[in-house]
């Protein structure tokens, strides 16, 4: 693991208009992520996790603060500029249905690698590699409705991780899967990680998930409470 | 990718597309159909206008048409129909001497348009000899006989065999007046021809009139409709129009082609309101579409996808949709077009409403070219114009706003 951060968040705040008030989502959060950590954050539903991962991952901007990819500073993107730098630098796991139903398992994986202009035959090799990584050999073909909520996911981080992208951010990833289902996918991302040295920022409220986490920021409305290390 | 993912999509609620193509294809079905009973029945219109009197062109000497004077007679009609027999345009010339006069029997009488004919040529100019429907045309030679419209006989009280007598100011002024027999009833359709019009011999009628070997007029049938300009254009040198006038059948009868242009305005406005309804029920298939798929575009553009390839994706899917729509809308219509354009569409219990239009009461349906490629173009970028609204509507969609949609 590398000392140096990959992902340095200062001072982060944001809020969302309700009835014409104001409601705080993030106040003032900083943290920093290593390259090749295995982060989760942690708390309540309404704490503000999905936000911080929306934010880090170039889909919302904040009221205030900065966020540093690769000394890359979000912030001052323009739309176009964080589109292509969700194309290349993230991956995004959400929390389940995020698999396009049209497409087979290869397929959605695939578009991940079209969208960053790949040719053929290199996405072929990597499309195959990565779900062979998930243990989805063999079911390319099956389209989503005709695999299960954990094979699902399973296709969802082959999808995320496939075009070697700076940080996988995951939103809730199990939130939508039973106990076991759950775990053997964290398990799954984790053993990603360790081999492949791929970061991973999840969210969850779970303690056996949060369990398996390198390191857990948990956020209590809005606000960064604590760090494990 | 981007083709598959939009063909998929279209075939995702399978119902609801096969809906929207239906609707589409209906739409063009009978946008087809009715250009084809437009363009059959103006074809038709257009050609029983010509074949039954009128020719493709005319020759006169000016001024006859204005004054009709029996006078003004084409001099050496005989060469000049040699000459007009030369151009490669031209099918037949059937010169014809003209007069009105008064046709009466024992019972009736009515004032008519007398025409004498050559019947050996102007067979080959008008349909003439196909619109006879008892007894038969007149012979090559002149027997002192007439032909007459059914309707006229009707009126008249008279049938094959028997006689009618035809009163007319000969070429000097005098009362000229003959019996004849009546050789052959004819029925064009037409009410001013079958009720207005006699045909007469050539000879017979200059006989009458006291005008040996004289014509009025140079009736001519060209082999095809598309060189009338190009052949007026080219008799006028052997023609001078300081002695001659040569007109289409257009200049003779501009009512002809402004029915067929006020026909045509009618089903543009037919055109434009299939093609509105035909848009909204494409826009509310496509925005149908879309809000189902806020979160799924959310994710897309999540994962880096740009707006424009959002828009590209949706616009690709209503390309497509409207395109099966089309070609399923072209097949039928125009399957059905070349139905009744064998079969016809029998239109005889409102014969009376045709009466005056040259179509005939059988109306072949016979879409042109112009008109398929029209309407089908027309549907299809209209189907496509009307997915751009929706598509906007994706494309604006924040995509965090998207993921959150349920």
Do not use: C
């Amino acid at each position: 693991m590398s000392e140096k951060p990959i992902i340095m968040v200062k001072g982060l705040s944001k809020s969302y208009n309700l009835n014409n008030e104001r409601i705080p989502a993030l106040r003032n959060v900083s943290l920093e992520v290593k390259q090749g950590e295995f982060i989760a954050i942690a708390g309540p539903s309404g704490s503000g996790k999905s936000t911080l991962l929306h934010l880090l991952g170039g889909i919302d901007t904040p009221d205030t603060g900065q966020i540093l990819v690769n000394l890359k500073d979000l912030t001052v993107m323009s739309e176009k500029n964080r589109a292509i730098y969700r194309r290349f630098d993230v991956g995004f796991i959400f929390q389940s249905f995020s698999l396009i139903p049209v497409l087979s398992a290869f397929e959605n994986v695939e578009y991940s690698l079209l969208l960053k202009k790949l040719k053929e035959g290199e996405r072929e090799v990597m499309v195959r590699e990565a779900l062979k990584s998930v243990g989805l050999e063999g079911l390319e073909s099956r389209r989503p409705n005709q695999m299960s909520g954990g094979q699902q996911q399973r296709v969802a981080v082959a999808r995320a991780m496939v075009g070697n992208p700076a940080f996988i951010l995951a939103d809730e990833p199990t939130a939508n899967l039973d106990t076991r289902t759950g775990i053997d996918l964290i398990d799954l991302m984790k053993r990603v990680n360790e081999r492949q040295g791929v970061t991973f920022i999840f969210s969850t409220h779970d303690p056996k998930i949060i369990s398996r986490a390198g390191r857990v920021y948990y956020l209590e409305d809005g606000s960064l409470k604590d760090k494990t290390v | 990718m981007l083709i598959r993912l939009a063909w998929r999509n279209i075939w995702r609620n399978t119902r609801r597309s096969l809906i929207t193509l239906s609707a589409i294809s209906f739409g063009l079905t009978v946008l087809i159909f009715l250009w084809g009973f437009g363009d059959g029945a103006h074809e038709r219109m257009v050609e029983n206008f010509i074949s039954i009197s009128v020719g493709h062109l005319q020759i006169h000497t000016s001024g006859y048409l204005r004054s009709e004077d029996p006078s003004l007679t084409i001099p050496q009609w005989r060469e000049k129909v040699e000459r007009l027999q030369g151009f490669p345009e031209v099918y037949s010339v059937s010169p014809r001497i003209r007069s009105h006069a008064l046709v009466a029997t024992p019972t009736q009488s009515s004032g008519v348009l007398l025409s004498g004919v050559l019947p050996d040529t102007e067979i080959k100019v008008t349909r003439l000899l196909e619109f006879i429907s008892k007894g038969r045309f007149l012979s090559p030679e002149p027997k002192g006989e007439v032909v007459i419209g059914e309707d006229f006989a009707r009126f008249l009280n008279v049938s094959i065999g028997e006689r009618i007598v035809i009163l007319t100011q000969g070429f000097n002024g005098s009362l000229a007046s003959g019996s004849y027999e009546v050789a052959g009833l004819f029925r064009s359709g037409v009410p001013e021809i079958d009720r207005g019009q006699i045909f007469l011999h050539l000879k017979t009628v200059q006989e009458l009139l006291s005008m040996p070997d004289e014509v009025h007029e140079l009736t001519i049938r060209l082999k095809s409709s598309s060189q009338l300009e190009d052949t007026r254009f080219a008799m006028s040198r052997v023609f001078p129009s300081a002695e001659y006038e040569i007109q289409t059948w257009i200049d003779l009868s501009p009512m002809v082609v402004q029915w067929i242009e006020l026909d045509n305005i009618i089903l543009y406005i037919i055109l434009l309101v299939v093609t509105i309804i035909v848009s909204i029920g494409i826009m509310n298939a496509m925005l149908m579409t879309v809000f189902e798929r806020f979160k799924e575009f959310g994710i897309l553009r999540a994962m880096g996808t740009m707006p424009h390839e959002i828009l590209l994706m949706i616009l690709l899917e209503a390309a497509m949709l409207t395109l099966l729509g089309t070609i399923a809308g072209i097949i039928m219509g125009f399957g059905l077009d070349r139905f009744y354009g064998w079969h016809g569409i029998n239109l005889s219990e409102y014969s009376h409403a045709f009466a005056n239009f040259y179509s005939g009461t059988v109306i072949y349906t016979h879409v042109s070219v112009k008109h398929l490629l029209q309407s089908a173009g027309i549907v299809f970028i209209a189907g496509i114009l009307s997915s751009i609204y929706p598509a906007i509507k994706a494309v604006r969609l924040q995509p965090v706003e998207a993921i959150r949609y349920v």
